[in-house]
């Protein structure tokens, strides 16, 4: 008697599904405070799911746009998911506005005298500070990023009052000295 083995193959076709063009574009250095929008780029096969880190979604989680606020300086990432893992990444650097915090005080107002303003500036963007002194003269600018502070001596012009601005790419922040020693802060 003859004995025949059968063997019964199946062919599969697996398609293999990458997302391996996909990337996330958007701006990566950031503000502290400020809403930037991110997309996702390339090809995707399913339903999205972003995770942010240091930041907030706004809105558009599961689209192939979102809006993501920062809420804290330094290292931010955002990763974007579809059904079958992560497909891309994005690193962004987040900084903040300078902030005035200290205005070396002068009584005498007089043209020729010198008035210090001291700022703190964002240490970890390495991002300089701006300043405008209106019609003062800056004499003198000193940017010390790693110690997160900038200064600016400046020769009065005129009267008082003096109003300093300085700025960077997150904002600005203006002060405004007066002869009897009061602040205002715009």
Not at 87 to 94: D, E, G, H, L, S
Not at 102 to 107: L, P, T
Not at 141 to 146: A, K, M, R, S, V
Request: aromatic fraction near 10%; proline fraction near 1%.
């Amino acid at each position: 008697m003859r004995k025949f083995i059968v063997i019964l193959t199946t062919l599969f076709t697996v398609a293999i599904l990458s997302s391996s063009a996909a990337s996330v574009s958007g701006t990566i250095f950031g503000c502290k405070g400020k809403t930037y929008t991110y997309s996702l780029s390339g090809s995707y096969n399913c339903l999205l799911k972003w995770e942010v880190y240091g930041a907030t979604i706004v809105s558009g989680q599961a689209t192939s746009s979102i809006q993501v606020k920062f809420y804290s300086t330094g290292s931010a990432t955002i990763k974007v998911y579809d059904c079958y893992g992560l497909i891309a990444t994005k690193y962004v650097n987040v900084g903040s506005a300078p902030e005035i915090t200290h205005i070396a005080q002068v009584m005498d107002f007089s043209s020729g005298n010198t008035l210090t303003f001291e700022a703190d500036i964002d240490s970890d963007m390495n991002w300089s500070a701006y300043w405008n002194c209106g019609a003062n003269s800056i004499v003198n600018q000193d940017d010390n990023i790693n110690a997160g502070v900038s200064k600016v001596k400046i020769d009065i012009q005129k009267r008082e009052p003096v109003r300093c601005t300085v700025s960077n790419i997150c904002g600005t922040d203006t002060r405004e000295l007066h002869k009897h020693g009061y602040i205002m802060n715009f």
